[in-house]
């Protein structure tokens, strides 16, 4: 079962750019982590936002979190080549017996 | 990074016969997951580990089995492979459970012809 969902499921931007990626889940949940993943490479943590805060930040990342929308949203502010990556959302909650369930991810591409 | 080697990174190998995948930390991590990863799917949880010899099955454990005899080795075993398991397997590490940020090997990639 899917949890979360990615949207768009890719992404084409310029470098300089912001790209925003949106996940959307069906349940109450405890916490919600997004991580990037290179080609080739195991799964990166980016950010884990919990069920009581609304946004947080690091670096050039920007994560917000809607309950009652059951969303959220990763923003890349001054997008690199670098950044160019499958990024995923996993949520937790007591209906999943607090085991991750991961959304299909958002392809993103940033081009030089 | 987090200290996490998968062996093999790569391996085929035909319908019907035992695989075995390693997953080896240097972190002393308390959690260790395996996962799957499809084209079109999120990962998907197969089995994971809250300690020596403490293991739980995930959402996608039938045909898989696992052991955890030492902390720092978690591995996974396909009793008798088939073509639906092919797949890239990720482990995965974390010092408290689910709800804390996972570290994850470079995965080994399975074909089973």
């Known amino acids: 079962s899917q949890q979360g969902e990615e949207d768009p499921q890719a992404l084409s931007i310029q470098e300089g750019e912001n790209a925003t990626m949106n996940c959307s889940y069906k349940?109450?949940?405890?916490?919600l982590q997004w991580y990037r993943q290179n080609s080739g490479r195991g799964l990166v943590h980016l950010i884990l936002i919990r069920s009581n805060e609304r946004e947080k930040h690091s670096g050039r990342l920007r994560v917000t979190l809607d309950t009652s929308k059951k969303s959220s949203s990763l923003l890349i502010t001054a997008s690199r080549a670098a950044d160019t990556a499958s990024y995923f959302c996993a949520t937790d909650s007591m209906d999943s017996n607090y085991q991750l369930i991961w959304g299909a991810g958002t392809k993103l591409i940033i081009k030089p | 990074d987090a200290g996490i080697t998968q062996s093999p990174r790569h391996k085929v190998t035909e319908t019907g016969t035992p695989v075995t995948l390693r997953c080896h930390q240097t972190e002393n991590h308390r959690y260790m997951y395996w996962y799957r990863q499809d084209p079109g799917h999120g990962l998907r949880l197969i089995h994971y580990s809250y300690g020596v010899k403490d293991t739980d099955k995930g959402e996608v454990s039938d045909g898989y089995s696992v052991s955890r005899s030492k902390t720092e080795d978690f591995l996974l075993t396909l009793e008798s492979a088939t073509s639906s398991q092919t797949s890239v397997y990720f482990c995965a590490i974390s010092g408290q459970g689910f709800s804390q940020p996972q570290h994850f090997g470079d995965g080994t990639r399975l074909s089973i012809l």
């Open positions: 349940t109450s949940i405890n916490n």
